[in-house]
């Protein structure tokens, strides 16, 4: 294990590895450290939905920022599979909000309004219109927000393509390797002790 990084970057789930692509493609030394195996922890157990209405309540500055990072994923997707070799199971397959209750139609209306003023694509669907898209929804299902826009990729592979990606570009990153123990000098964070006696020293830890 390399003793010296420009960067120590303390984490291999998606956030990590993405981090360390893009740190190596600005020319920065960058070393992972993954207590267990790169993505084997929530990034790679997540649905990989791609699909930015859910949190959002309508427009404003977290809604901007939210979908011109939705913008750019298919050109990142193109790039990833590219630098990295891995297929990422990228789909625009749009995804459906449902609701059982004919009560709560009201709701649903009110947020594809409030929805609208972002500028995707959206449909209202009946009960009969939603199953016909997707045959597998429940017979309860009543009504429906078709989003067509929206799409899904295959998170594990996603982190691997970081990972793979980040290591073709200059990134060390290594599986297995605790933190224990992080090293001072006055109110600077000067380097890392891991749980095999190894030192890293570096200029900054995210």
């Known amino acids: 294990m390399e003793k010296t990084a420009d960067i120590v970057i303390i984490g291999g789930g998606i956030i990590g590895v993405s981090i ?12 992972v450290l993954e207590q267990g195996t790169i993505g084997s922890q929530a990034s790679g157990a997540a649905a990989g939905l791609l699909a930015p209405l859910g949190p959002l309540s309508g427009p404003g500055l977290y ?37 059982h ?13 409030d929805w609208e003023a972002l500028g ?30 929206e799409a899904q990729i295959c998170a594990p592979q996603l982190v691997k393509a970081f990972s793979k990606a980040a290591t ?24 890392v002790h891991t749980s095999q006696g190894e030192t890293i020293a570096r200029n900054h830890l995210w």
């Open 20 to 31: 360390a692509y893009n740190l190596c493609k600005r020319g920065v030394d960058v070393t």
């Open 63 to 99: 809604a901007d920022l939210l979908l011109s990072s939705f913008a750019m994923f298919p050109s990142l997707v193109s790039e990833l599979e590219e630098a990295s070799g891995i297929h990422l199971g990228y789909e625009q397959i749009g995804a459906l909000r449902t609701i």
């Open 101 to 113: 209750n004919p009560k709560r139609i009201a709701h649903l209306r009110k947020r594809m309004k």
């Open 120 to 149: 995707l694509t959206m449909h209202w669907l009946s009960g009969d219109e939603a199953r016909q898209l997707e045959p597998l929804l429940s017979p309860g299902v009543c009504a429906a927000i078709y989003a067509p826009e």
């Open 168 to 191: 073709r570009s200059g990134a060390r990153i290594y599986s297995h390797v605790e933190i224990a123990g992080i090293q001072h000098h006055h109110n600077t964070i000067t380097g």
